[in-house]
């Protein structure tokens, strides 16, 4: 069956260092994947798409990339900051049906 | 421009009663999809409705259901509610499959 598998263990970090997080997937091809972010109690919030035959995307502080072979993205978030403090979900879209990774916490420091 | 609109916030049902929630998606955008959320499971998918038409279903019994209006705005329908039910349900709206889902506040189910 489909697995997406999202670190998780909350990701501790200081204050204007480079946060990674990492989605890995199995039986599954999809066309898109997706980046959200969410505040407790809050629904996701979108933040890049990125399509199967794209490597990396950019968005200013946001860089996410897409390896098709190894099924797997990064997402990583440059000079970070305490107010990215959330929790990050990664999907994966095939045929109009999203599945949505558990999403990994991060935890910026000042 | 207005975001997903999601009513109510915060709902509390004893089990084997009935639930309507109600989402209005962002204006333009015509497909409307709903989705659960709970500590255990994470973020589910329920259903999704394009032009009034369910497109797709995920894997949830038939006591939930869904239904979208002419106007694009969405309800869906819990019914027999079990403790089990106690949810965030989320509704999110988008423009067409590459463009990134927008998502509701939520209600916050409780079934007591």
């Known amino acids: 069956s489909q697995k997406i598998e999202q670190n998780s263990e909350a990701l501790n970090i200081q204050e204007g260092k480079t946060a990674t997080l990492t989605c890995n997937y199995t039986n599954y091809s999809p066309a898109y994947l997706q980046w959200y972010r969410q505040d407790p109690g809050r629904g996701p919030v979108f933040l890049l798409l990125?399509?199967?035959?794209?490597k990396e995307k950019r968005k200013e502080r946001l860089k996410v990339t897409f390896d098709t072979t190894l099924k797997q993205s990064l997402f990583h978030i440059t000079a970070s900051q305490p107010a990215d403090s959330a929790t990050y979900l990664c999907a994966l879209e095939g045929s109009y049906i999203p599945t949505f990774g558990r999403g990994t916490s991060l935890i910026v420091h000042p | 421009k207005a975001g997903v609109t999601q009513t109510p916030r915060y709902l509390i049902k004893t089990r084997g009663q009935q639930v309507t929630l109600s989402c209005s998606p962002i204006?333009?955008?015509?497909?409307v999809s709903w989705y659960q959320q709970t500590p255990g499971q994470g973020l589910q998918f329920l259903f999704e409705?394009?032009?009034?038409?369910?497109?797709n279903k995920g894997n949830f019994p038939g006591r939930f259901s869904g239904r979208q209006f002419s106007n694009s705005r969405s309800e869906m329908n819990v019914s027999t509610l079990e403790l089990g039910d106690s949810a965030l349900y989320l509704c999110a709206s988008s423009l067409a499959v590459n463009y990134g889902y927008t998502f509701g506040s939520g209600t916050r189910l409780t079934v007591v």
């Open positions: 204006s333009g955008h015509r497909s």
């Open positions: 990125i399509r199967e035959n794209e």
């Open positions: 409705y394009f032009s009034e038409t369910q497109r």
